[in-house]
């Protein structure tokens, strides 16, 4: 059982910075990778960054020299800082861990850029 909670969402005008979290709890041992996903309305849920417990990154060719995601493995948190913001980047970010072949999913947390 893993759980997954997302927090440091907001309002931001365009060209602002946010830095998302996710901290990972539970009956845990090691994570492989950790992810961001997004979601806005009326489309699909798409990958945004992801983290291999080494440190290997992919971005999508979107939010690429813009997003950086990094980890803390001593704490079992991943962090998704957001620089030069647009407002198509608004959508509710998820975080995802697949763990002991379960994909597991917060609750979200909402951005929202302003024009």
């Known amino acids: 059982q893993v759980q997954l909670v997302e927090s440091g969402g907001g309002l931001v005008q365009a060209g602002g910075s946010l830095r998302l979290s996710c901290a990972a709890s539970?009956?845990?041992?090691?994570?492989?990778?950790m992810g961001w996903y997004r979601q806005a309305p009326g489309k699909q849920r798409e990958a945004v960054a992801v983290?291999?417990?080494?440190?290997?990154?992919n971005y999508s060719y979107s939010v690429k020299g813009r997003f950086t995601i990094s980890r803390d493995n001593a704490k079992n948190t991943a962090y998704l800082q957001m620089a030069s913001l647009k407002p198509e980047d608004t959508a509710v970010y998820y975080c995802?861990?697949?763990?002991?072949?379960?994909?597991?999913w917060g609750r979200g947390t909402q951005v929202t850029v302003s024009s």
């Open positions: 995802n861990v697949p763990y002991g072949s379960i994909n597991y």
């Open positions: 539970g009956s845990i041992g090691i994570i492989s990778n």
């Open positions: 983290i291999s417990r080494g440190g290997a990154t």
